[in-house]
């Protein structure tokens, strides 16, 4: 059965994209820690980030480095933080989180956004790529 990445990815289910390469594909987290939560995944639905072929492997990490430059240009905060923990979508992903203290890098914080402040996050991270 198709990830809801994958079915992101065949547009069944409809996303914010940022951006996507012929391997990888970077769209906003419907349900962030911070503004401008951004999941990078790779095209080829794998489960486990480390059972990835090697080069996908190494794309999806320099993907995800471009992704972030952007967001760090685009999104006031002090790093953008990198995580992998891949336990609640069986295919393996990449999180993107703007943080300005520890706590935003947690779980148990989430932002609310609207239609209208996704699209502008998605935008403006979209013009520094």
């Known amino acids: 059965m198709a990830s809801i990445f994958t079915k992101i990815l065949n547009k069944e289910i ?7 390469t012929k391997n990888c ?7 962030p820690n911070t503004k401008g ?21 190494s794309e999806l ?5 471009t992704i972030a430059i ?5 999104i006031s905060c002090n790093r953008v933080a990198m995580t992998v923990i891949g336990l609640e ?4 992903h990449v999180h993107l989180i703007p943080i300005n203290e520890m706590r935003d890098i947690g779980f148990k914080h989430k932002k609310k956004c609207t239609d209208k402040e996704f ?3 998605a935008k403006k991270i979209k013009s520094f790529l």
Do not use: Q, W
């Not at 794998?46 to 090697?54: A, G, H, L, N, R």
């Open 14 to 20: 409809p996303c914010y994209k940022i951006a996507e």
């Open 89 to 92: 979508v069986p295919h393996a």
């Open 119 to 121: 699209i502008e996050i």
């Open 70 to 74: 952007a967001i760090k240009k685009a």
């Open 25 to 31: 594909f970077a769209f906003l987290d419907i349900n």
């Open 61 to 65: 990490l320099d993907f995800s480095k």
């Open 37 to 57: 939560h951004v999941l990078c995944i790779p095209k080829n639905e794998v489960d486990y980030i480390f059972d990835m072929e090697s080069k996908t492997y």
